[in-house]
Protein backbone atom coordinates (compact mmCIF):
# COMPACT_ATOMS: atom_id res chain seq x y z
CA UNK A 1 0.00 0.00 0.00
CA UNK A 2 2.25 2.56 -1.18
CA UNK A 3 -0.78 5.79 -2.21
CA UNK A 4 -4.29 5.02 -2.64
CA UNK A 5 -3.82 2.54 -4.98
CA UNK A 6 -3.00 -0.67 -3.27
CA UNK A 7 -1.97 -3.62 -4.98
CA UNK A 8 -3.26 -7.46 -3.09
CA UNK A 9 -2.83 -11.13 -3.27
CA UNK A 10 -5.16 -13.24 -1.38
CA UNK A 11 -5.69 -16.88 -1.42
CA UNK A 12 -6.97 -20.26 -0.53
CA UNK A 13 -3.71 -21.95 -0.79
CA UNK A 14 -0.70 -21.16 2.03
CA UNK A 15 0.55 -17.41 1.13
CA UNK A 16 4.04 -15.88 2.13
CA UNK A 17 5.07 -12.28 1.21
CA UNK A 18 8.19 -12.23 -0.75
CA UNK A 19 8.79 -8.79 -0.84
CA UNK A 20 6.87 -5.54 -1.70
CA UNK A 21 7.45 -3.68 -4.83
CA UNK A 22 7.46 0.24 -3.68
CA UNK A 23 9.84 3.05 -3.63
CA UNK A 24 9.76 6.52 -4.72
CA UNK A 25 10.48 5.40 -8.68
CA UNK A 26 7.15 3.67 -8.60
CA UNK A 27 3.75 5.77 -8.72
CA UNK A 28 1.85 2.31 -7.34
CA UNK A 29 4.10 -0.10 -6.77
CA UNK A 30 3.46 -3.45 -6.70
CA UNK A 31 3.46 -7.16 -4.86
CA UNK A 32 5.60 -9.89 -5.14
CA UNK A 33 4.29 -13.10 -3.44
CA UNK A 34 4.41 -17.07 -3.54
CA UNK A 35 1.81 -19.35 -2.66
CA UNK A 36 2.04 -23.54 -2.52
CA UNK A 37 -0.67 -25.70 -4.07
CA UNK A 38 -0.38 -29.51 -4.16
CA UNK A 39 3.65 -29.03 -3.20
CA UNK A 40 4.17 -26.95 -6.44
CA UNK A 41 5.21 -23.38 -5.66
CA UNK A 42 4.02 -20.18 -7.74
CA UNK A 43 5.31 -17.10 -7.65
CA UNK A 44 2.99 -13.63 -8.12
CA UNK A 45 3.62 -10.82 -9.12
CA UNK A 46 1.08 -7.90 -9.33
CA UNK A 47 1.24 -4.28 -10.17
CA UNK A 48 0.18 -1.21 -10.84
CA UNK A 49 1.54 1.49 -13.16
CA UNK A 50 1.14 4.91 -13.92
CA UNK A 51 -1.56 5.91 -15.61
CA UNK A 52 -0.96 9.07 -17.37
CA UNK A 53 0.36 10.17 -20.31
CA UNK A 54 2.20 12.57 -19.11
CA UNK A 55 5.02 13.05 -16.68
CA UNK A 56 4.57 12.47 -12.75
CA UNK A 57 3.48 15.45 -11.34
CA UNK A 58 2.95 18.22 -13.37
CA UNK A 59 0.30 19.94 -12.87
CA UNK A 60 0.23 22.94 -15.57
CA UNK A 61 -2.16 22.36 -18.59
CA UNK A 62 0.71 23.10 -21.45
CA UNK A 63 3.08 21.40 -19.58
CA UNK A 64 0.65 18.32 -19.74
CA UNK A 65 0.15 18.39 -23.13
CA UNK A 66 4.07 18.89 -24.20
CA UNK A 67 5.26 15.59 -22.38
CA UNK A 68 2.60 13.29 -23.58
CA UNK A 69 4.25 14.88 -27.09
CA UNK A 70 7.25 13.36 -25.62
CA UNK A 71 5.78 10.24 -24.68
CA UNK A 72 7.10 10.60 -21.06
CA UNK A 73 3.71 8.52 -19.48
CA UNK A 74 5.27 5.40 -21.77
CA UNK A 75 8.40 6.08 -20.76
CA UNK A 76 7.38 6.07 -16.63
CA UNK A 77 5.61 3.22 -17.74
CA UNK A 78 8.46 1.20 -19.16
CA UNK A 79 11.13 2.08 -16.12
CA UNK A 80 8.39 0.79 -14.04
CA UNK A 81 7.64 -2.65 -15.78
CA UNK A 82 11.41 -3.15 -16.39
CA UNK A 83 12.16 -2.43 -12.51
CA UNK A 84 9.23 -4.85 -11.40
CA UNK A 85 10.79 -7.13 -13.84
CA UNK A 86 14.42 -6.58 -12.65
CA UNK A 87 13.68 -7.23 -8.62
CA UNK A 88 11.35 -10.96 -9.83
CA UNK A 89 11.34 -12.86 -12.27
CA UNK A 90 14.65 -11.26 -13.54
CA UNK A 91 16.49 -11.55 -10.34
CA UNK A 92 19.10 -14.19 -10.22
CA UNK A 93 17.94 -14.83 -6.70
CA UNK A 94 14.98 -16.47 -7.70
CA UNK A 95 16.85 -18.14 -10.90
CA UNK A 96 15.71 -21.43 -9.56
CA UNK A 97 11.92 -20.67 -9.55
CA UNK A 98 10.22 -21.66 -12.75
CA UNK A 99 6.19 -21.01 -11.98
CA UNK A 100 5.53 -17.45 -12.90
CA UNK A 101 2.32 -15.53 -12.84
CA UNK A 102 2.72 -11.60 -13.44
CA UNK A 103 -0.14 -9.55 -13.73
CA UNK A 104 -1.58 -6.20 -13.40
CA UNK A 105 -3.09 -2.95 -14.29
CA UNK A 106 -0.78 -1.81 -16.81
CA UNK A 107 -2.43 1.40 -18.11
CA UNK A 108 -0.96 0.58 -21.79
CA UNK A 109 -1.28 -1.43 -25.53
CA UNK A 110 0.56 -4.56 -25.76
CA UNK A 111 1.52 -4.78 -29.47
CA UNK A 112 0.22 -8.33 -29.53
CA UNK A 113 -2.97 -5.98 -29.75
CA UNK A 114 -1.74 -4.05 -32.65
CA UNK A 115 -4.08 -5.31 -35.24
CA UNK A 116 -7.13 -3.29 -33.87
CA UNK A 117 -5.04 -0.08 -32.95
CA UNK A 118 -2.22 -0.19 -36.26
CA UNK A 119 -0.08 2.06 -34.48
CA UNK A 120 3.11 -0.09 -35.70
CA UNK A 121 5.24 -2.38 -33.82
CA UNK A 122 7.37 0.26 -32.80
CA UNK A 123 5.38 3.02 -31.27
CA UNK A 124 5.83 4.35 -28.08
CA UNK A 125 2.51 3.08 -26.96
CA UNK A 126 3.85 -0.61 -26.88
CA UNK A 127 7.16 -0.31 -24.97
CA UNK A 128 6.27 -1.31 -21.67
CA UNK A 129 4.95 -4.67 -23.12
CA UNK A 130 7.47 -4.94 -25.37
CA UNK A 131 9.70 -5.05 -22.84
CA UNK A 132 8.23 -8.04 -20.99
CA UNK A 133 7.35 -9.99 -24.18
CA UNK A 134 11.40 -9.46 -25.54
CA UNK A 135 13.23 -9.49 -22.46
CA UNK A 136 11.48 -12.32 -20.07
CA UNK A 137 9.92 -16.00 -20.95
CA UNK A 138 6.63 -14.65 -19.93
CA UNK A 139 3.39 -15.85 -21.99
CA UNK A 140 0.34 -13.24 -22.83
CA UNK A 141 -2.15 -15.71 -21.33
CA UNK A 142 -5.71 -14.24 -22.92
CA UNK A 143 -3.56 -13.61 -26.18
CA UNK A 144 -2.56 -17.11 -26.44
CA UNK A 145 -5.47 -18.78 -25.43
CA UNK A 146 -8.06 -16.77 -27.29
CA UNK A 147 -6.30 -16.53 -30.43
CA UNK A 148 -5.56 -20.48 -31.41
CA UNK A 149 -3.70 -20.65 -35.17
CA UNK A 150 -3.70 -16.88 -35.02
CA UNK A 151 -6.91 -16.12 -35.01
CA UNK A 152 -6.59 -12.50 -33.34
CA UNK A 153 -9.53 -10.97 -31.53
CA UNK A 154 -9.75 -8.52 -28.90
CA UNK A 155 -10.49 -9.25 -25.31
CA UNK A 156 -11.36 -6.05 -23.50
CA UNK A 157 -10.35 -5.64 -19.95
CA UNK A 158 -12.37 -2.34 -19.38
CA UNK A 159 -15.59 -0.75 -20.17
CA UNK A 160 -14.19 0.46 -23.76
CA UNK A 161 -12.30 -1.31 -26.20
CA UNK A 162 -8.90 -1.67 -24.59
CA UNK A 163 -6.70 -4.59 -23.23
CA UNK A 164 -4.46 -3.07 -20.09
CA UNK A 165 -5.06 -5.85 -17.60
CA UNK A 166 -2.83 -8.77 -18.92
CA UNK A 167 -1.20 -11.68 -17.14
CA UNK A 168 1.84 -12.96 -17.78
CA UNK A 169 2.76 -16.86 -17.05
CA UNK A 170 5.76 -18.38 -17.63
CA UNK A 171 6.02 -21.36 -19.77
CA UNK A 172 5.45 -24.42 -16.98
CA UNK A 173 1.89 -22.09 -16.13
CA UNK A 174 0.71 -21.25 -19.59
CA UNK A 175 0.99 -25.69 -20.23
CA UNK A 176 -1.35 -25.76 -17.14
CA UNK A 177 -4.38 -23.55 -18.49
CA UNK A 178 -7.50 -24.98 -18.84
CA UNK A 179 -9.81 -22.10 -19.24
CA UNK A 180 -9.45 -17.84 -19.81
CA UNK A 181 -12.55 -15.44 -19.53
CA UNK A 182 -13.23 -11.37 -19.02
CA UNK A 183 -16.92 -11.76 -18.40
CA UNK A 184 -19.25 -8.66 -19.45
CA UNK A 185 -22.39 -9.10 -17.81
CA UNK A 186 -24.29 -6.86 -15.63
CA UNK A 187 -23.00 -7.13 -12.53
CA UNK A 188 -18.82 -6.64 -14.06
CA UNK A 189 -20.52 -3.72 -16.09
CA UNK A 190 -19.60 -0.28 -14.10
CA UNK A 191 -22.60 2.56 -13.56
CA UNK A 192 -20.87 6.01 -13.60
CA UNK A 193 -21.90 8.28 -10.82
CA UNK A 194 -23.20 11.28 -12.19
CA UNK A 195 -20.44 14.33 -11.49
CA UNK A 196 -18.29 11.81 -9.50
CA UNK A 197 -14.96 9.70 -11.26
CA UNK A 198 -16.51 7.02 -9.10
CA UNK A 199 -17.90 3.84 -10.39
CA UNK A 200 -21.25 1.81 -9.23
CA UNK A 201 -21.61 -1.75 -8.54
CA UNK A 202 -18.39 -2.44 -9.86
CA UNK A 203 -14.61 -1.62 -11.48
CA UNK A 204 -14.20 0.36 -14.28
CA UNK A 205 -11.66 -2.45 -15.22
CA UNK A 206 -13.54 -6.25 -15.97
CA UNK A 207 -12.56 -9.00 -13.93
CA UNK A 208 -9.49 -11.14 -16.18
CA UNK A 209 -10.25 -14.58 -14.70
CA UNK A 210 -7.93 -17.93 -15.64
CA UNK A 211 -7.98 -21.45 -14.59
CA UNK A 212 -5.20 -23.81 -14.07
CA UNK A 213 -4.62 -27.42 -13.52
CA UNK A 214 -2.19 -28.06 -10.35
CA UNK A 215 -2.14 -31.86 -10.55
Known sequence: HQDNHPVVVTSRYPLTLVQALGGKE?????????????????????????????ERGLTDKAEQIASRRRYDGEKMRTEEMKIF???????????????????????????????????????????????????????????????????????????WERRIDIIYASPSMMERVVKVE?????????????????????SDHLPVIVDFRME
Open 26 to 54: LSHGGVHAQVEVNGEKIDLVGFHTYPHAY
Open 85 to 159: MERTILNKKFRKQKNWLIMGDTNCLSPLDDRFFGHGADSPLYWGHRYILENTPCIDIVKKYCCPQQRDVMIPSIQ
Open 182 to 202: TPKDEFTTSIKEPGLRHHKRS
